[in-house]
């Protein structure tokens, strides 16, 4: 009964992901494997001609390498704003630090496409900023950042990093004070607890965090073409085009492409940080 | 040391501020008197707002945007619902699997996961308002899912065992012993799902046509081909007011301290 029971609950939400979840990208990683057909979405032959074409073609390699660099970019920013701002937080009172977090939360459940507006206001030619500095006198020349990588750095950097800090932040409230007096009644100063107690400790929380943030800033269709212009396009803007373009079997190897690149960097992130699993009582 | 004790709280402030920052900004614009938005703004007016209402596009997406997620959140949290009960009392391999395949559409990229289902709908003819539905449904059932499990890993599974021992059947128990304490979770993850479809962009790109396009979609199609007018900051404002709302709701009915745990 029991069991017929947890059977019954587990069918119908089970059906629905392997309907609507696993079969839609099985059926996609079949329609890359064949060549592309004017009338149908794929063609009748199978091939491994779209994965080729994506190896072979030097624009798609400069595409990747610049995805991959802006990615580097912004999670090692992540990373240090992500800390700093992590670390401040977790040394907060539980009543500010829950504060501290709703504000963080509170963006994360903004559209990012109303947050990259954002950021298209402020950084604009004739933008807040560009007003204020030639206002001040700070520079002579309107901003010429929009529409450049680095808007799209700044602006992916701001939308992503909350995810940063509350990953950090959370890995840092659950370490147990007493590793602190252990290592400070030990002799090691503030620097050195810090190193080779804090940091270790909350590498999991780093390690998830960072994960996070790539894989995020691999699927950020929108911010980079808010942002970025048709100069700076990356990799998954290359499956819109592919699919705007009707070349099903192009965009759907694409599509794949992408997975395969954060998930080899997902295994870089976890074996350059090896995130322990200390668990601690916490404050 | 002393250094740093300065920097530590400069670099929080400066996080904060290019965080929040932008949706200020679009906030502050949405209530400009001008053609374009000047900063500081030379006073104050709703002007973008009844423009908003006034255009038959951006009412249709508001619309479509909320019907669409009240219902994909009321599924979303249904189907989550099930699925941790079924899971949460499941060890090893079996519920390792379960876990991560209900929670993968958080971590995968969503165009993608858009993309694979434009061409599975297209090719069984699926329409695109139910097309909508599920791709929100599928975003959304991560969100339910680990609230639900949360508060489930707390709840004393006795008293399941004791209704039952008692001649309730399953739905009894349920809807009398386990719903009344685990619901804050169940609450918390339909004020989610609710938030995270309204917002819903990349699994939308592709899924959306003629007529039938939510609001997120409509403010991305307007500043590519037709800039930035301020309507659309009517627009993002009107969704930054209900998110406030709804995070509101959830402080007042089951506290913010599960928001950031969950």
């Known amino acids: ?283 | 040391m002393k250094a740093l004790g300065f920097i530590l709280p400069a670099i929080t402030v400066l996080a904060f501020l290019v965080i929040i920052g932008p949706i200020a900004i679009v906030v502050l614009a949405a209530f400009s008197p001008t053609e374009f938005f000047t900063f500081p703004p030379p006073g104050l007016s709703l002007r973008w707002f009844f423009e908003f209402f006034r255009l038959d596009n951006m009412r249709d997406a508001f619309t479509l945007s909320l019907e669409l997620a009240l219902s994909a959140a009321t599924c979303a949290t249904v189907l989550a619902t099930m699925a941790a009960l079924a899971v949460v009392r499941r060890r090893g391999l079996a519920a390792g699997l379960l876990q991560s395949l209900f929670l993968a559409p958080l971590v995968f990229p969503t165009i993608i996961l858009g993309l694979a289902l434009l061409l599975f709908y297209k090719s069984l003819g699926i329409g695109i308002l139910p097309g909508l539905i599920l791709a929100h449904v599928l975003v959304g059932t991560p969100y339910c899912f680990r609230a639900v499990l949360t508060s489930l890993q707390v709840f004393d599974f006795a008293q399941e065992e004791a209704g039952q021992s008692l001649g309730a059947g399953p739905f009894r128990t349920f809807f009398l012993i386990t719903l009344p304490q685990i619901w804050p979770g169940v609450l918390a993850g339909w004020f989610f799902a609710l938030i995270v479809s309204f917002g819903e962009l990349n699994t939308a790109l592709f899924l959306t046509g003629p007529g039938q396009t939510t609001l997120p979609i409509e403010i991305f199609s307007y500043l590519q081909f037709q800039g930035s007018q301020l309507v659309i900051a009517a627009a993002s404002a009107l969704q930054v007011g209900l998110i406030l709302v709804l995070i509101l709701a959830i402080e007042r009915l089951v506290g913010l301290a599960r928001l950031t745990r969950s």
Request: glycine letters at 6%.
């Open chain 1, 1 to 283: 009964m029991r069991r017929l029971a947890g059977a019954a609950l587990l069918l119908p939400p089970l059906l629905v992901f392997l309907v609507f979840f696993v079969c839609p990208l099985v059926y996609l990683f079949y329609v890359s494997l064949h060549d592309a057909s004017q009338s149908e979405l794929y063609g009748t032959t199978v091939s491994f001609a779209s994965y080729a074409a994506i190896l072979r073609d030097p624009f798609y390699a400069t595409i990747i390498l610049r995805t991959l660099r802006t990615a580097a970019i912004i999670l090692g920013l992540a990373l240090v704003f992500g800390y700093a701002a992590a670390f401040t937080i977790a040394r907060m009172t539980p009543r500010w630090r829950i504060l501290c977090l709703v504000l963080l939360l509170f963006p994360l459940m903004v559209s990012n496409v109303v947050r990259a507006y954002g950021w298209v206001a402020l950084l604009g030619r004739r933008g807040v900023l560009s007003t204020a500095l030639r206002g001040a006198g700070i520079i002579d020349a309107p901003l010429t950042i929009l529409y450049t990588s680095d808007a799209v750095v700044i602006g992916l950097l701001t939308i992503l990093l909350p995810y940063m800090i509350i990953s950090i932040a959370n890995s840092l409230a659950a370490i147990d004070r007493s590793y602190h007096e252990a290592a400070q009644a030990l002799g090691a100063g503030p620097i050195r607890t810090f190193l080779h107690v804090t940091l270790p400790l909350s590498s999991p929380g780093v390690a998830s965090g960072a994960l996070l943030v790539f894989l995020l800033t691999l699927s950020a269709y929108v911010t980079v073409t808010l942002l970025g212009g048709p100069q700076a396009k990356m990799l998954v803007s290359l499956v819109y085009d592919g699919v705007v373009a009707f070349q099903w079997p192009r965009a759907a190897a694409l599509a794949f492409v992408l997975p395969a690149v954060a998930l080899a960097a997902a295994a870089l992130i976890q074996a350059l940080l090896r995130p322990q699993r200390v668990s601690g009582r916490g404050r």
